[in-house]
């Protein structure tokens, strides 16, 4: 499930700020107390007061919120049910303020609260059955006198409870609206992510051969270098050029020596698989850099490699050969100093006659 981590500590946010807002109500409730009792207001006696508007209530809330942190403490239930965990416990809140002082007009409207926070985890399942659930406790609370039957007016809390549905409604439509407005602006944030990873991944690549570049290539090889001396990894690095590959381009022309370029990086990849990474260095040159292969490794697959290559004809009857040097990462070296061995191995192999795979030595 998307946003796991997030929605879990969430629901136990949810929770601990809802029990910061019982311990107000219940300071709330006391402070009424002494100024009604001051002010000659009580209309009932001190006991039943306590009793009804805040002894009840906090235990109520109290009995709900423990089984809450229960709920969402049990790992046998799922993740879809915990997230009507804080929704139940903010439900029965607000069904508690609802029912305690619903001869105040503007209790009835508190259900706007659990519907309105439903929006947070961005589904319309949930938020429709939080309003369902809120309808049913706001239709209870207005066909019921509460604990003031006295006080109530039947016609009066009908009107109430047809003011708080609207409302109800219409924080319904907004919470639907605002999820779309946030699912709307994730998408347009995954596209600029997605669209600045490509371009990023496109300044990276040789724009013919979809190989990385020459810049690319020194932050792979240290990288290789740097994860060779923390691991005691083996780190490879070969070198190779087409020969004769000017004359390919002065006889054939430039269009068909990309199809040469295009075609020997496709078998580069190829030859990497997961142990490398390819790189075009320049014109004509490739390096590649093989991590966790040990240097015989390297040597047997660059010389199959070269045999597939001169079987090739990239060209009408014209066969390209390459010459490669390898060299193998010795501790204290830097990148620089490991591709100096491997291109001089490189050259040691044009000067023997080309189409051949030469191991840098000392």
Not at 116 to 127: A, D, E, H, N, V
Not at 284 to 313: A, D, N
Request: hydrophobic fraction near 45%.
């Amino acid at each position: 499930m998307q946003y796991k981590w997030t929605y879990e500590k969430w629901r136990f946010l949810i929770l601990k700020y809802l029990s910061y807002i019982v311990g107000i109500i219940f300071l709330l409730e006391l402070v009424v107390l002494i100024y009604v009792k001051r002010v000659d207001l009580l209309v009932t006696n001190t006991r039943t007061y306590l009793l009804k508007y805040m002894m009840l209530p906090i235990l109520t809330n109290s009995v709900s919120l423990f089984f809450g942190y229960y709920l969402l403490k049990k790992e046998t239930i799922s993740d879809r049910i915990k997230n009507y965990v804080p929704l139940a416990c903010v439900l029965v809140f607000c069904f508690v303020i609802s029912t305690v002082h619903n001869f105040f007009l503007i209790t009835a409207s508190i259900f706007v609260i659990p519907v309105m926070l439903s929006s947070f985890y961005g589904s319309k399942r949930i938020t429709t059955a939080t309003l369902f659930m809120s309808v049913l406790l706001l239709l209870n609370c207005t066909l019921s006198t509460g604990f003031d039957a006295n006080d109530a007016n039947f016609h009066m809390r009908i009107m109430n409870g047809m003011v708080a549905f609207c409302l109800l409604i219409s924080s319904y439509l907004l919470s639907i609206m605002m999820m779309k407005y946030a699912k709307e602006k994730e998408t347009e944030l995954s596209e600029s992510i997605r669209s600045a990873y490509q371009l990023e991944e496109q300044l990276k690549k040789d724009p013919l051969t979809g190989l990385y570049n020459h810049s690319n290539f020194y932050a792979y090889l240290e990288d290789g270098i740097i994860h060779a001396e923390e691991q005691r990894n083996k780190v490879c690095l070969a070198v190779l050029d087409i020969d004769f590959f000017k004359k390919v381009n002065d006889t054939y022309g430039h269009e068909r020596g990309n199809v040469v370029l295009t075609g020997l990086s496709e078998l580069l990849i190829k030859y990497c698989e997961e142990y490398g990474h390819a790189c075009r260095y320049g014109g004509e040159e490739f390096s590649l850099v093989f991590k966790e292969l040990e240097i015989s490794e390297v040597y047997r697959r660059m010389e199959k490699l070269r045999k597939e290559i001169e079987e090739q004809t990239y060209i009408t009857n014209v066969h390209i050969t390459i010459s490669i040097g390898i060299a193998e990462y010795k501790s204290g070296m830097t990148a620089q100093e490991l591709f100096d061995n491997a291109d001089k191995a490189m050259y040691l192999a044009k000067k023997n006659g080309r189409n051949q795979v030469v191991v840098y030595t000392d």
